[in-house]
């Protein structure tokens, strides 16, 4: 089954007063490249959501986006900084002696001391939790990431499919104009020799020999032979469960490689405006298949 390489996911989860959001995009490479980008203090997970997407993601450059929210509304506790509070005290009532200041610290005067009063969020979710939870949710925004590609990989398949058929058919035209090269270079052949000689009567023995030189250079059987081996492979790799997308960006390059041979043997016109069609069709193919993973 052929996977396309672009995609997106997103999942969300909340728990213990946070709320995470995970967006996945993939894009076209060369190899598999997972980058997470997350806050500076939830680093210690990245490798955590890295080995998780690169279980279900096998080729292809992976962006993964971890936003994280705290709870406003969660419950909150005021905690005093008691330690803090009686050193003030204590600096207060020696002042008051050394000074004979008659005046003491109000409530008022306490609750301007910085750091005095600290306000605590709710019980912070356990390690155990953040990570099942954090696993979940990747795990749900690249399943919905490999499902895209999935149906992407699908329209690839198909449309590389049709490519293949209509390859097919030129091979065919090709296969069956192939004959009449020969039989239009003798005539042609023919036509110039009695023109140079001006002579009705032409060697036919010599004319043969030429012929056959020609029909030997100009065979091209067992190009079109390869091509409908590479066809045939190219159908069972769209049926693979494995990733198909290097090894039929190599049967394109041996595809046009054949082409370019029936070309180069090909003197005729009318081959020759089948493989430019020919060539036509692979481009076509190679730039789908470069966006299978």
Same mark, same amino acid.
């Given at each position: 089954?052929?996977?396309?390489?672009?995609?997106?996911?997103?999942?969300?989860?909340?728990?213990?007063?946070?709320?995470?959001?995970?967006?996945?995009?993939?894009?076209?490479?060369?190899?598999?490249?997972?980058?997470?980008?997350?806050?500076?203090?939830?680093?210690?997970?990245?490798?955590?959501?890295?080995?998780?997407?690169?279980?279900?993601?096998?080729?292809?450059?992976?962006?993964?986006?971890?936003?994280?929210?705290?709870?406003?509304?969660?419950?909150?506790?005021?905690?005093?900084?008691?330690?803090?509070?009686?050193?003030?005290?204590?600096?207060?009532?020696?002042?008051?002696?050394?000074?004979?200041?008659?005046?003491?610290?109000?409530?008022?005067?306490?609750?301007?001391?910085?750091?005095?009063?600290?306000?605590?969020?709710?019980?912070?979710?356990?390690?155990?939790?953040?990570?099942?939870? !954090? @696993?979940?949710? %990747?795990?749900?925004?690249?399943?919905? +990431?490999?499902? $895209? &590609?999935?149906?992407?990989? #699908?329209?690839?398949?198909?449309?590389?499919?049709?490519?293949?058929?209509?390859?097919?058919?030129l091979v065919e035209?090709?296969?069956?104009?192939?004959?009449?090269?020969?039989?239009?270079?003798?005539?042609?052949?023919?036509?110039?020799?009695?023109?140079?000689?001006?002579?009705?009567?032409?060697?036919?023995?010599?004319?043969?020999?030429?012929?056959?030189?020609?029909?030997?250079?100009?065979?091209?059987?067992?190009?079109?032979?390869?091509?409908?081996?590479?066809?045939?492979?190219?159908?069972?790799?769209?049926?693979?469960?494995?990733?198909?997308?290097?090894?039929?960006d190599f049967l394109?390059?041996?595809?046009n490689r054949e082409?370019?041979?029936?070309?180069?043997?090909?003197?005729?016109?009318? !081959? @020759?405006?089948? %493989?430019?069609?020919?060539?036509?069709? +692979?481009?076509? $193919? &190679?730039?789908?298949?470069? #966006?299978?993973?």
């Open positions: 089954m052929a996977i396309s390489m672009t995609g997106f996911g997103q999942a969300t989860r909340c728990f213990a007063g946070y709320t995470v959001q995970i967006d996945v995009k993939s894009v076209n490479h060369r190899y598999c490249e997972i980058v997470v980008r997350m806050p500076r203090e939830w680093l210690k997970y990245e490798d955590l959501l890295r080995q998780t997407v690169q279980r279900k993601v096998k080729r292809g450059r992976v962006d993964v986006f971890v936003t994280i929210d705290r709870d406003t509304t969660a419950s909150r506790s005021v905690e005093l900084n008691w330690p803090l509070a009686q050193a003030y005290q204590a600096a207060a009532e020696q002042l008051k002696q050394h000074f004979g200041l008659s005046d003491s610290l109000s409530i008022r005067d306490f609750l301007q001391i910085p750091e005095l009063i600290s306000f605590q969020q709710g019980e912070a979710a356990a390690e155990e939790e953040l990570l099942q939870e !954090l @696993t979940a949710c %990747v795990e749900e925004a690249t399943d919905q +990431l490999v499902r $895209m &590609r999935a149906a992407e990989g #699908n329209h690839l398949a198909l449309d590389t499919e049709q490519r293949m058929q209509v390859m097919n058919g035209q090709a296969r069956q104009l192939a004959p009449q090269v020969v039989a239009d270079y003798a005539s042609k052949l023919r036509a110039r020799i009695q023109d140079l000689l001006q002579q009705p009567v032409v060697d036919e023995a010599r004319l043969a020999t030429e012929v056959a030189l020609l029909a030997d250079r100009a065979n091209v059987d067992e190009e079109m032979t390869r091509l409908q081996s590479h066809f045939q492979q190219c159908k069972q790799l769209l049926s693979s469960s494995e990733p198909i997308g290097r090894k039929l394109v390059q041996e595809m082409v370019n041979t029936i070309g180069s043997k090909a003197n005729h016109v009318g !081959l @020759t405006t089948l %493989v430019v069609d020919m060539k036509a069709e +692979l481009e076509k $193919m &190679r730039e789908q298949i470069q #966006n299978m993973e």
